[in-house]
């Protein structure tokens, strides 16, 4: 499939039209417009309900499998047995994982994450010792990105944005390599389901970690991004917008570049400036 022809199948299923009536300078009329679709999408481990998620339709087995890899339910490629989406009364949204671990130590792992979770704003050292926990190393610290190329990447992701630039209305997510070649672009109506669209399409195209990439992501760089980059291998992620200091916090004690404000020739690196040259 062409480039150009999936990101038509993408429009037509993240893109809705409505009727509105426009102001404009005094004067009134009746004008169609578009709209980012916000559907929930459901996750099943085998039978069970495990999640549900508010995300715009389109790349759902690669948001799914970026959701299982990113919150740590499996660990690599091979314990995803299976993925599928499945009919059912609300159309194309669920999606059924058959996974090699057994049902209880998934629910284990399901409880860990909310605690971490729940640990954000009440004690930070919580929950980044729960990544320690997981494995989770410090990224490729041999890669390097030129600054003036850094400063380059927000505009090719806005290029890249077919869906945002028709409704205005979507985050986006990006794998970038060192020279500033695309990878892959994900939209999304939620910042979080676009990284995990983004790692997704990277653990089934086995392109994990993401170990010589760098993640530009459209918004603000907080705890939760961070957390899945780490898990991805990302060594240098960039947004347009703030950092949490949770983020910060987090992006120090682990190691990765973590940069902010990353707007036309400025941006600030919050931790991790030996990547950037």
């Not at 404009?24 to 085998?46: C, F, K, M, S, W």
């Not at 729940?118 to 390097?144: E, H, M, Q």
């Not at 918004?219 to 939760?224: A, H, L």
Request: hydrophobic share 45%; charged share 20%.
């Amino acid at each position: 499939m062409s480039l150009k022809t999936e990101q038509s199948t993408r429009a037509q299923r993240s893109i809705a039209l409505t009727s509105v009536r426009e102001w404009e300078q005094g004067t009134v009329n009746q004008v169609q417009d578009y709209l980012a679709v916000e559907e929930p999408l459901e996750i099943r481990i085998g039978d069970v309900p495990v999640s549900v998620t508010m995300r715009t339709p389109g790349q759902d087995l690669e948001l799914v499998a970026g959701f299982l890899f990113s919150e740590g339910i499996i660990s690599g490629r091979a314990e995803l047995k299976g993925l599928e989406a499945v009919a059912t009364a609300t159309a194309g949204n669920v999606v059924r994982a058959e996974l090699e671990k057994q049902g209880s130590v998934v629910a284990q792992n399901l409880r860990r994450n909310f605690f971490a979770a729940s640990s954000c704003g009440i004690c930070g050292k919580a929950t980044i010792d729960s990544l320690r926990v997981r494995g989770i190393n410090a990224p490729n610290d041999d890669f390097k990105i030129a600054a003036d190329l850094l400063c380059g990447l927000p505009e090719k992701l806005r290029e890249s944005q077919a869906i945002f630039h028709r409704t205005g209305g979507l985050h986006a997510a990006a794998a970038f390599t060192s020279t500033g070649e695309l990878l892959v672009e994900r939209e999304d109506i939620g910042r979080h389901n676009a990284v995990d669209k983004v790692i997704g399409w990277a653990l089934l195209n086995d392109h994990i970690p993401l170990s010589d990439c760098v993640l530009m992501v459209s918004g603000r760089g907080g705890f939760e991004i961070v957390q899945k980059a780490l898990v991805a291998g990302v060594p240098v992620l960039a947004s347009v917008s703030a950092p949490s200091s949770l983020a910060v916090q987090t992006a120090r004690e682990l190691g990765m570049t973590l940069v902010g404000f990353l707007r036309g020739r400025r941006f600030i690196v919050y931790s991790g400036e030996q990547r950037i040259c």
